[in-house]
């Protein structure tokens, strides 16, 4: 079972070492949950090149994979994806009511987790380019 | 009593939705980020290929599921989280109508570039 009580302003940057493990996953999860759907909109934009030649779809997209920062953003957005995954599963856990005495640990290996996945992904997406 | 940090009323319909959106949603975008990232490199993306994949009625539909259920459970984040943050009134009404309006026009325009990339024109 789960308490409510007053958590006063979350966005209340200035009380952040007040902050538990908890709260970090609720922010890191707003926050890459905003990051995904303004990412869906720019994603759909992009792809909306096809709608105007196979030729336009192919050179956007090769242009685009031509440029070294839209890798390192790709090797961000993939940081932001797997972490919004796992610590959704973690939610879900959180919401069926298993392992909630250990949610600060299943937070913490959300990160560990995120961080060598995305670490392990940079040579897939800086592949050809030096 | 263990703490639960949420932007979602426990029990709601919306906090449903969001559940079972989430569990979709956590292997639809593994496959397509393992699938356009890993398997085929995105450098390497061109539009024939884009058409093989699409062209499989299998694979469209899925595409189609995924857009629809990205779409619903990202703005019905973002409506939550406001909602949370003090949205009320009026301004909560007039955010849920522009969420909805910028859900329908993503859905509409992402199944016209679907059906585009599969040839089915």
């Given amino acids: ?130 | 009593m263990a703490e639960h940090y949420s932007s979602f009323q426990r029990g709601s319909m919306r906090w449903l939705l969001q559940r079972v959106t989430a569990v979709f949603l956590i292997g639809a975008l593994a496959f397509h980020f393992v699938l356009l990232h890993f398997v085929n490199h995105a450098a390497d993306i061109t539009f024939a290929g884009t058409q093989a994949r699409m062209s499989e009625i299998g694979y469209f539909t899925l595409m189609i599921v995924f857009l629809v259920t990205a779409a619903f459970h990202g703005l019905n984040g973002v409506y939550n989280a406001l909602i949370n943050m003090g949205l009320e009134g009026t301004k909560r009404k007039v955010v849920a109508a522009v969420l909805v309006v910028a859900g329908v026009l993503l859905v509409a325009q992402g199944t016209y570039v679907a059906v585009v990339m599969s040839g089915f024109l």
């Fill in chain 1, 1 to 130: 079972m789960s308490s409510t009580y007053d958590r006063g302003t979350v966005e209340s940057f200035g009380r952040w070492q007040e902050f538990s493990a908890g709260m970090w996953a609720w922010i890191l999860h707003k926050f890459t949950g905003w990051i995904l759907i303004g990412y869906l909109f720019t994603h759909i934009a992009v792809l909306s090149t096809a709608t105007q030649s196979p030729e336009m779809y192919t050179d956007t997209l090769q242009g685009l994979e031509a440029l070294l920062v839209v890798r390192f953003l790709e090797i961000g957005l993939l940081a932001v994806a797997v972490f919004h995954i796992l610590n959704g599963i973690r939610l879900l856990m959180v919401d069926l009511g298993v392992g909630l005495e250990s949610q600060h640990k299943s937070f913490y290996a959300s990160l560990i987790l995120t961080a060598i996945i995305a670490l392990a992904s940079i040579p897939t997406f800086l592949g050809g380019m030096f």
